[in-house]
């Protein structure tokens, strides 16, 4: 596939669902599945979780992670 083409192709992904893509495959499966739990659990703020993953070198902003939170929520 050419470089156009994937860059096509992943403009028209939600951009939200390739950052969590990129935790999914940054992170061990364990790890992964732990920070879920941890998004899940309200007592944990969002800025917590995304400090932890930058030192891991995953950047994403509090913003994305809520969202992400919410989206989870409404399943």
């Known amino acids: 596939m050419s470089f156009l ?3 096509k192709e992943m403009a ?15 992170l061990s499966p364990k ?3 732990e920070f879920l739990a ?3 659990d ?6 917590v979780i995304a400090k932890v993953l930058k030192v ?3 950047l994403i902003s509090e913003n994305s992670l ?3 939170r919410r989206s ?3 399943k």
Do not use: M, P
């Open 5 to 7: 083409n994937e860059v």
């Open 31 to 33: 790890d992964f599945n």
């Open 12 to 26: 028209a992904q939600s951009n939200n669902s390739n950052k969590f893509k990129l935790i999914e495959d940054k």
């Open 38 to 40: 941890t998004l899940d």
């Open 42 to 47: 309200r007592a944990i703020s969002c800025a």
């Open 72 to 74: 989870r929520d409404s």
């Open 66 to 68: 809520r969202l992400y």
């Open 56 to 58: 891991r070198g995953i």
